[in-house]
């Protein structure tokens, strides 16, 4: 499981885009805390505690907590929109939903590939053609993967990983269900692959010529 954040969160008394400004002023970043059951709330963060999460990636599909002044215990939270400066790259707003146990939500996990020295289309020169990057699935909440793994052990050029090999934990499922889809392929080296456009160009090439002969021997 990934690092869970835990964030130190304070109430705004005051809502919109003036008291957003205020906020970032003095070195919060302004956000919405929902969900639960219970009321929107305007809030704010540090900004050092959200900026270092942001930066190692745990911003978006981790679970976090915040730390609240007057309640005993931490309250499980999902970052679900995060706003972020376009020229200096750190976050300038965030929504939080407030989550528990029963809580699922959908969530792209990103896929880490092993065994590649197992594989013999890429000992071959193949490449790993990934299909797809991250898996998008509904997960609990409070159990959400950090990654998942995909094992390309024995898989030969034109062999491929679909969802079905992937081992999914307990309450995690894809969120396409219709059809067993590819994750990744092991695609033919780029030099065997012009040969083979080659072959096939020089095939077609000496198609017509030979139905020409032959149909000139008819008719003498």
């Known amino acids: 499981m990934a690092e869970t954040d835990i964030f130190y969160c304070e109430v705004r008394e005051r809502a919109g885009k003036g008291a957003a400004r205020a906020a ?4 919060w970043v302004p956000g919405v805390l929902y969900g639960g059951g219970k009321d929107p709330v305007s809030i704010r963060l540090r900004v050092n505690e959200v900026t270092k999460a942001h930066q190692a990636g745990r ?32 976050p300038i707003h965030v929504d939080l939903m407030r989550v528990d146990e ?26 790993l053609n990934i299909v797809r990057h991250t898996i998008e699935v509904y ?12 094992d390309v052990t024995g898989l030969d ?8 090999s992937i081992k999914l934990p307990e309450g995690v499922t894809p969120t396409i269900t219709d059809r067993d889809f590819t994750v990744a392929t092991i695609a033919a080296p780029s030099a065997l692959r012009s040969e083979e456009a080659g072959e096939a160009a020089a095939e077609e090439e000496a198609t017509p010529a030979a139905e020409g002969t032959e149909e000139g021997a008819k008719e003498e």
């Open 157 to 164: 050029i034109g062999d491929a990983v679909h969802i079905s």
């Open 24 to 27: 970032r002023r003095e070195g």
């Open 59 to 90: 911003m978006r599909a981790h679970l976090a907590k915040i730390d609240v002044p007057g309640q005993k215990e931490l309250q499980p939270v999902i970052a679900r929109e995060v706003q972020v400066d376009p020229v200096r790259d750190f």
């Open 139 to 150: 997960a609990p909440a409070t159990a959400i993967p950090e990654y998942f793994e995909a």
């Open 102 to 127: 029963s809580t699922r939500i959908d969530v792209e996990i990103p896929v880490h590939f092993l065994n590649e020295d197992a594989s013999p289309g890429l000992k071959r020169g193949g490449v």
